[in-house]
């Protein structure tokens, strides 16, 4: 691959996470210089509330197929943004949760993103990420969504946790076939025709919603897991 985007010092941006990456990725003294270049090598940025992760800590990952918090502690929220993305063309995998009202419009650009978890940021427009159909893993939690309608076309996630928001309707989503998690747990959800067409599912969270019928799933004969207490179930299919 050639960057053809001119050589830019960036050493005067003094923002919080411009300087962990200096010094905790890009392993730099406060007094070197950084360039876009070396910025552009970054893939991997993890942040919980006021907290910048390192890379490899267990606190919150994608584990197999679904997303994990293992620290139970209460987090200070965040005030951190997404500006530096511009610097980090080539990020894999982000986790930015527990933010006040975060702006997701900067990672529109992001085309490499496997892995993508944005937790109880105030979250409510998803449309900035349509384009990122490079995911594989994405994690939207505990936020105010109700139109998820853009994330139909990302035709290659494996993992989706939409738990605790707004929505109504999923039954755009079918289009994802690859699906081995489907989280959306705590909604308003009344119909799930969706999973008709995701054979691969081996985990289902639908717990909490307005669903009458678990016919749906009859295909999925690889479920593992599904949890659905909660629901004005009539219909349990095969599952019975």
Do not use: H
């Amino acid at each position: 691959m050639t960057v053809t985007r001119p050589v830019e010092d960036l050493s005067n941006d003094y923002s919080l996470i411009m300087q962990y990456i200096r010094n905790n990725i890009l392993n730099k003294a406060w007094n070197e210089p950084v360039y876009n270049y070396e910025m552009a090598q970054v893939t991997d940025v993890y942040i919980i509330g006021s907290y910048i992760i390192e890379v490899g800590q267990p606190e919150a990952v994608f584990y197999e197929d679904c997303y994990k918090q293992y620290d139970n502690r209460e987090y200070n929220r965040g005030q951190f943004d997404l500006g530096f993305v511009q610097y980090t063309p080539f990020l894999k995998r982000l986790s930015m949760s527990y933010q006040d009202n975060l702006d997701v419009t900067p990672l529109a650009g992001l085309s490499y993103l496997e892995e993508l978890s944005l937790l109880n940021d105030n979250i409510g427009d998803v449309s900035a990420l349509a384009g990122l159909t490079s995911l594989r893993k994405l994690a939207l939690g505990w936020n105010n969504i109700s139109d998820v309608s853009p994330l139909a076309g990302l035709v290659n996630l494996e993992s989706l946790g939409l738990w605790n928001n707004q929505i109504s309707d999923v039954n755009m989503l079918g289009g994802l076939t690859q699906l081995t998690y489907f989280d959306v747990s705590n909604n308003q959800v009344s119909q799930i025709e969706c999973t008709r067409n995701m054979p691969g599912l081996s985990e289902v969270w639908i717990n909490n919603n307005q669903i009458g019928s678990l016919s749906p799933l009859d295909r999925c004969d690889r479920l593992m897991v599904v949890m659905q207490s909660g629901n004005p179930v009539s219909d349990y299919g095969t599952l019975r």
